[in-house]
């Protein structure tokens, strides 16, 4: 791309596929490995991007909640054109500017993931300091990702069991947004086991 005067013409994104487990989180398959579920280590990627002439500052690093579903909205920004249909994700133009990003609309504050599987299906919300998840036919899982990254102590108590659950407030407003989000989370069936 330099060799031919395109480098600041192209805007290059990198992104990892999502991690492997191999038994963390007591998660163990008859294969040799699991991608699929909903801690850290399987989801989370590395993205990078490159876009030069002052379109992306060298150097530049945000930890805003972003994902694959934001590539798609990007590159039909770069290009200046319109989707031919509403898109999940969102442009990361406004991360990228010198500024910091000039969008009237804040950035997302909450993501959610989605599992499918023959055993089991699951949604998770995913905040910079939270990660709740609810599994069909399972117990909910609540981990502190600022105070436990490696999401080892599940922190969510049942609101009916315990009263006085410690994390009452958070389980209530992340079960909210995951319904926000997912609207038929609650009617959606459960899988076999």
């Known amino acids: 791309l330099e060799s031919k005067g395109e480098l600041s013409n192209t805007l290059i994104i990198y992104i990892n596929d999502n991690g492997a487990i191999q038994g963390e989180h007591r998660t163990f398959s008859k294969h040799w490995m699991i991608k699929n579920v909903h801690y850290k280590e399987s989801v989370k990627a590395i993205m990078g991007a490159r876009w030069d002439d ?3 500052p060298i150097g530049q690093t945000s930890y805003e909640l972003v994902g694959n579903i934001d590539i798609a909205p990007t590159i039909y920004d770069v290009l200046g054109l319109t989707p031919p249909y509403p898109l999940d994700g969102r ?15 804040p950035w997302r504050q909450s993501f959610l993931l989605e599992h499918w599987n023959p055993r089991y299906t699951d949604a998770t919300i995913v905040t910079k300091s939270w990660s709740y998840t609810e599994t069909k036919g399972d117990k ?24 006085f659950c410690a994390y009452s407030e958070t389980i209530t407003n992340l079960a909210a947004e995951l319904r926000l989000l997912r609207p038929s989370w609650d009617s959606e069936p459960q899988r076999g086991r």
């Open 91 to 105: 442009s990361l133009l406004d991360l990228w500017l010198v500024d910091g990003g000039s969008s009237s609309e």
């Open 140 to 163: 909910p899982e609540l981990y502190d990702r600022e105070k436990d990254p490696y999401e080892l102590n599940n922190l969510w108590c049942s609101l009916a069991d315990d009263p």
């Open 54 to 56: 002052g379109h992306i």
